[in-house]
């Protein structure tokens, strides 16, 4: 059996590592609605995602009551070689659009 190696990692000899098996993460910081902080929370990314307002498709997705989201710009420790985000990005999805997205309402 061989083994692809990855050219963005440090040593030639690393194993490739596919996304499905080691699933890529971000960090995001949650907000009640009051625009307090409330907790940090690590997140699997999206498959493909390449922005970071993409993560409001994440599996792990939610919010406290409503409060936004704040992407942080750190590569997951998982994959320490990958680029970050370049940018942080707060995310606020209303209690609409989380019906529509859960099936509960038609739009």
Same mark, same amino acid.
């Given at each position: 059996m *061989? *083994? &692809? %190696?990855s050219p963005a990692t440090a040593s030639a000899n690393a194993p490739l590592r596919l996304e499905k098996d080691f699933p890529r993460t971000a960090t995001v910081t949650l907000f009640a609605? /009051?625009?307090r902080y409330y907790k940090t929370e690590s997140w699997r990314r999206p498959f493909g995602a390449v922005h970071p307002s993409e993560m409001n498709a994440s599996p792990d997705f939610h919010q406290i009551n409503g409060g936004a989201i704040l992407v942080e710009t750190d590569a997951g %420790?998982?994959?320490p070689e990958d680029e970050n985000w370049g940018f942080p990005? +707060? +995310?606020?999805v /209303? &209690?609409?659009a989380l019906a529509v997205r859960a099936g509960r309402v038609q739009r």
């Open positions: *061989t *083994t &692809a %190696t609605p /009051s625009g %420790t998982e994959f990005h +707060i +995310i606020m /209303s &209690a609409l």
